[in-house]
Every structure is written in structure tokens, then in C-alpha cells.
């Protein structure tokens, strides 16, 4: 670390100050806009806890800022893994080449560690992912993207502003039956998923709009998004006994041009994207998961095979 650069927590009041650098060095879109009630709802109201956030502050400055968000993993043995998620990192452009990154890496590394958390994960950008390795990060694998096609053009659709809020879906005595207000078992490393965690991150996100297309006792939730001039719907979630009918379903139900998911080979909801038309995109890795163990953790985390993610624990976050 550069002279004249410190580092401390962060401070409720610091926080148009951390936006403003968040919004230089990283920018915004429609949906990931730099505002407080999106670093509120990712940081402070998340279910598994308020996020590490560290500083940098220089010339009175504050000259980056470094976020562990917080984490729940269940094990395929039931143990609950406490992690934290490495996102919205940022230097300034001002304090660029001083080594603010990794100092407050670092320093949030040790922040993780004595606070108990077994592992920090996440998904680095390019210009990111060899800074992690360096800093003691493995490579877990590449994490691919499924789409169908819905040919739109030669079959009727429904607009998504006529189909449900997921709170409704959440809320109805059939679901919640076939939900029985808990997850199915885990086959890898897998987001405990209770109904606090799915109210906030399918309901409360202050831009990003959720759809419940239902299925009888299943559902598909989804998001509309514009990528590359076309209209695509994200099959962010698919819940309950039946995906493959869930997922039939928003494909009959989609206004879009395409659809496109992910979830971990072998897992019930890739079967049943699968059985529902979804086929991968060759040679296309949209994002590379790496992870770094703080303590012993019972599953070799450096293999996609040990772990059980769906599209939602990756995106807009």
C-alpha cells in the first residue's frame, strides 16, 4: 500500500461517497444501478448477514472500497458452510496503480477469518481473475449458459406484466405444501434456501422485477432482460417438485426471443431444462467461479462437480 493510503470499516456514513466510486470505476445499467437501496438490500438486509465492508481512504478521499457480501452453503451432509461472496470491489480512477485492490483484499481476508467465515466465492471479471489467483484463490470451473429459443413469432405468448408477482407464488397454500418451507436436499455446495432468503432476492430487489410462472405445485421465476438488441427472459429459479414442467411452462409463457438459464450438471432442474428444449451455447463460459477455503471444508471445492448452483446465486449481485 501507497503512503498516505489507510485503511478502516466502513461507516453508514460513508456511503454516497462509496456509491460515487463504485459509480466511476465500475458504471451502472438499468438494473445495476449504483444507488442506496440496492447497496442497502445487498449488503445490510441480506438474510445471511450485513457484508464485510472495508475502505481505503486517501487525501481525505475515499479511494476504494472492498465488500464481502455474506453467504450460506449446505453441504450434501447437511453441514451449513459460512461464507462471503467477493463483489463490488472498485478503486477509484484517481488512486489507480497504488495497490488498493489487494491491500484491501487482504485486509478483508483477515476481517472473514476472524469472523468465523469458512470460505470466501465468486465470479471476477477478466481484468479481476488473475489478481485473486495471486492473492491465493483456485480456479473452481467455468459456469456456461443454456438457452432455448422460443419462436415467438409462431406461437402465442403472454406479457410478462400479466403473470404473477413471485410473492404470490411464495404465499400460496399449494406452493408452500410442495415446498414445505424448506430446499430440497443439496448435491453440492448449495444456498440455503429459506423463506426469508427467497423473499428478499426474489421480491425485494429495488430494480430487478421477477415473474412466478406456476406449473400446478412448481414454478419457474424469471426476469425479462434486453441483451444485444434482443429480448431475453432468464429462468432465474425453478422451485418444487416438477422443473421440467416449470420450465415447459415459462418457455410457453415467454414474450422473448430466447431463454437462458444455468444450473450444476446433475442437478434435478438441469434435468429438467434439459427434458424441456434447453441445450448449451458451445465454447461459451459467461463467468469462472473461483473460491478460496479460510479453514478445512468437507468437499474439494476446486471441482464444478462439488458444487449445486443455479442462475440465481449468480446473477445481479
Known amino acids: 500500500m501507497a503512503d498516505g493510503v ?21 458504471g451502472e445499467t438499468a438494473v445495476l444501478k449504483r444507488t442506496e437501496a440496492l447497496f442497502g438490500w445487498k449488503h445490510f438486509h441480506n438474510p445471511f ?19 464481502f457480501m455474506r453467504w450460506d452453503l449446505q453441504t450434501p451432509g447437511g453441514d451449513v458452510l459460512r461464507c462471503v461472496r467477493a463483489v463490488d470491489t472498485a478503486t477509484h480512477p ?14 478483508a481476508l483477515e476481517e472473514a477469518e476472524a469472523a468465523g467465515v469458512d470460505m470466501v466465492f ?3 471479471n477478466e481484468k479481476s481473475g488473475a489478481g485473486y489467483l495471486k492473492m491465493g484463490w483456485g480456479t473452481v470451473g467455468p459456469i456456461g449458459v443454456l438457452v432455448h429459443p422460443t419462436y415467438r413469432l409462431a406461437t402465442k405468448s403472454v406479457a410478462s406484466d400479466v403473470l404473477p408477482d413471485p410473492a404470490e407464488f411464495l404465499k400460496d397454500p399449494v406452493a408452500a405444501e410442495a415446498l414445505d418451507g424448506a430446499d430440497r436436499r443439496a448435491l453440492g455446495l448449495r444456498t440455503v434456501r429459506s423463506p426469508e432468503y427467497r423473499s428478499w432476492r426474489f421480491t425485494q430487489h429495488p430494480t430487478a422485477r ?39 411452462a415459462a418457455r410457453k409463457a415467454s414474450k422473448s426471443d430466447y431463454l437462458a438459464t444455468w444450473f450444476s450438471d446433475g442437478s434435478p432442474e ?17 463467468l469462472q467461479l473461483v473460491a478460496r477455503p479460510l479453514r478445512e471444508v468437507p468437499l474439494d471445492v476446486f471441482t464444478l462437480d462439488s458444487w449445486d448452483l443455479a442462475t440465481s446465486d449468480l446473477e445481479l449481485l
Not at 478502516?8 to 466510486?21: G, Q
Not at 429480448?231 to 417438485?241: A, H, I, N
Request: net charge positive; charged share 25%.
Open 6 to 26: 489507510s485503511i478502516r470499516r466502513f461507516e453508514d456514513r460513508d456511503l454516497p461517497a462509496v456509491l460515487e466510486v463504485l459509480r466511476a470505476a465500475l
Open 49 to 67: 448477514g450485513r457484508s464485510i465492508i472495508l475502505l481505503a481512504e486517501s487525501e481525505g478521499r475515499v479511494a476504494g472500497v472492498r465488500a
Open 94 to 107: 484517481d488512486f489507480g496503480r497504488r495497490g488498493i485492490f489487494s491491500s484491501l483484499t487482504m485486509a
Open 122 to 124: 465468486n465470479t471476477p
Open 210 to 248: 421477477y415473474f412466478a410462472v406456476r406449473a400446478d405445485d412448481s414454478a419457474a421465476l424469471v426476469r425479462p432482460n434486453h441483451r444485444s438488441g434482443r429480448r431475453e427472459l432468464v429462468v432465474s429459479e425453478l422451485m418444487g417438485p416438477n422443473p421440467r414442467r416449470a420450465a415447459v
Open 270 to 286: 438441469r434435468k429438467g431444462v434439459a427434458m424441456a428444449g434447453f441445450v448449451s451455447v458451445p465454447r461459451m463460459a459467461a
